[in-house]
C-alpha cells in the first residue's frame, strides 16, 4: 500500500510565501513523476508544476517565475516553494506520484491568501 501525505499549508497574507512537502511511502519501487495540483472551489483540479525522475520540470504559467518544485528522491519527497503568492492561488493542493504503474494521491493542503 502506497501512502502520499502532504503538508505545509496554510493562511498567508498576499505576497507571502509557504512550502509544501508531500512524501510518499509504502511499496514504491520506482517513481517517475511527482507533482502538485491544485482545485479551487468551483473550478477543476489542474497542474501547477510537476518534476520528473531525472529532474525535468514542467511548470503551469501561472507558478512560472513565483514557484520552485523540488524532489528529493532517496525520500520519496517532493517540495514545493510558493513565493508572492496571490489570492488566486488560494485552493486545496494535491500531491501527484506516478510510480509508472499506479497514480497516487494525497489527501490535499488547503492553501488560503487572504489579508
Known amino acids: 500500500q502506497v501512502q502520499v501525505v502532504e503538508s505545509g499549508g496554510g493562511l498567508v497574507q498576499p505576497g507571502g510565501s509557504l512550502r509544501l512537502s508531500c512524501a510518499a511511502s509504502g511499496s514504491i519501487f520506482s517513481v517517475n513523476t511527482m507533482g502538485w495540483y491544485r482545485q479551487a472551489p468551483g473550478k477543476e483540479r489542474e497542474l501547477v508544476a510537476r518534476?520528473?525522475?531525472?529532474?525535468?520540470?514542467n511548470y503551469a504559467d501561472s507558478a512560472k517565475g513565483r514557484f520552485t518544485i523540488s524532489r528529493d528522491n532517496a525520500k520519496n519527497m517532493v517540495y514545493l516553494q510558493m513565493n508572492s503568492l496571490k489570492p488566486e492561488d488560494t485552493a486545496v493542493y494535491y500531491c501527484n506520484l506516478d510510480s509508472y504503474s499506479n497514480i497516487y494521491w494525497g489527501q490535499g493542503t488547503q492553501v488560503t491568501v487572504s489579508s
Open positions: 518534476i520528473g525522475s531525472v529532474g525535468r520540470i
